[in-house]
């Protein structure tokens, strides 16, 4: 296998590792088309530290928390896990500076401690919430499938692709052509289930 194309394999399962991640943890740019793994609005839209871009917060990120509408009590107690669930997060991505083979690692943790957070917070919802919850992770991950699915195939068309930068452009756009009816539907059905998204409440907006 060529230098080249082993580079593209191991970027290709990096990217889609990011983008499931963040579109599980709720990339809010998705509703707009944008890709969950490239930070999009939301979800791994927060600020950057040695290069990588810092989740954004459940509270306004995420396609099913932000449609809870958790009260001010709850607004805080998520923000104080969060606090804690990023600083973790930013000590691996400061350990992974100048070293491309650490990125696999830090990704790897940041799903870890993102999966944690996500159960923190699930502990602070009220029975009804709870329930709320629930029914849109079960469409979350339906079409987090799909699209994940869809970005294999892209990454697969645009190595065949090569250097031919037309047929790349091509690959490229059919990926996002494809994928914005899939989040457009999710989303209906999120409004439709779960609610339609609410802003924190709280004198201070969440991040």
């Known amino acids: 296998m060529k230098g080249e194309e082993v580079r593209m394999r191991t970027f290709g399962k990096l990217v889609v590792l990011a983008?499931?991640?963040a579109f599980c943890c709720g990339a809010r740019g998705a509703e707009?088309?944008?890709?969950g793994g490239n930070g999009g609005n939301g979800g791994s839209g927060g600020r950057t530290v040695a290069g990588y871009r810092l989740p954004s917060s459940f509270l306004v990120s995420c396609p099913v928390i932000?449609?809870?509408?958790?009260?001010?009590?709850?607004?805080?107690?998520?923000?104080?896990?969060?606090?804690?669930?990023?600083?973790?997060?930013?000590t691996v991505a400061k350990a992974s500076v100048g070293d491309p083979k650490k990125r696999g690692e830090y990704y790897k943790k940041r799903r870890e401690v993102l999966g944690e957070l996500r159960v923190e917070i699930v502990g602070v919802?009220?029975?009804e919430q709870k329930g709320r919850y629930q029914a849109g992770q079960a469409i979350v991950e339906k079409y987090e499938a799909k699209i994940s699915q869809a970005l294999k195939d892209y990454l697969r068309a645009r190595r065949e692709a090569g250097k031919d930068e037309a047929a790349v452009?091509?690959?490229?756009?059919?990926?996002?052509?494809?994928?914005?009816?899939?989040?457009?539907?999710?989303?209906?059905?999120?409004?439709?289930k779960v609610g339609q998204r609410v802003k924190p409440a709280g004198k201070d907006s969440a991040r």
């Open 19 to 21: 983008a499931a991640m």
């Open 32 to 35: 707009n088309g944008g890709s």
């Open 66 to 90: 932000s449609r809870l509408g958790l009260d001010g009590e709850q607004v805080q107690k998520v923000k104080g896990l969060e606090a804690t669930a990023h600083g973790r997060i930013e």
């Open 125 to 127: 919802l009220t029975p």
């Open 169 to 192: 452009a091509e690959v490229r756009k059919a990926y996002y052509e494809g994928k914005k009816p899939l989040v457009a539907e999710m989303n209906r059905l999120l409004d439709e």
